[in-house]
């Protein structure tokens, strides 16, 4: 059993800034790439940003430059800080991690999300 939990959301004005947390926990043996993705009402589940195991990082069009995406790997937890916030960054965001288990099965794990809210 493993599990996703995410942190940090809420409403914030535009320029503004957020930190999110998603720690994973459970039986595990290691975490390959983490990453978040989010979806805006309506719309679909899209990628924000990733980060493998080594910190390699790649980040969506539309968030480089005002996205960070890092990871503890001791605390198998991957953050996410948010600068510069804009109304269109709205969203719930969800914590992607890809697990080796301790019985050595590969996992493709989802938190249920925060929602984060940017007012103009």
């Known amino acids: 059993q493993v599990q996703l939990v995410e942190s940090g959301g809420g409403l914030v004005q535009a320029g503004g800034s957020l930190r999110l947390s998603c720690a994973a926990s459970?039986?595990?043996?290691?975490?390959?790439?983490m990453g978040w993705y989010h979806q805006g009402p309506g719309a679909q589940r899209e990628l924000v940003a990733v980060?493998?195991?080594?910190?390699?990082?790649n980040y969506a069009d539309s968030v480089k430059g005002r996205f960070t995406i890092s990871r503890d790997n001791a605390k198998n937890t991957v953050y996410l800080q948010m600068d510069n916030l804009k109304p269109e960054d709205t969203a719930v965001y969800y914590c992607?991690?890809?697990?080796?288990?301790?019985?050595?099965?590969?996992?493709?794990?989802w938190g249920k999300g925060t929602l984060v809210t940017v007012s103009s």
């Open positions: 992607n991690a890809q697990i080796i288990t301790r019985g050595g099965y590969g996992m493709d794990s």
């Open positions: 459970g039986s595990i043996f290691s975490i390959n790439a």
């Open positions: 980060i493998t195991r080594g910190s390699s990082t």
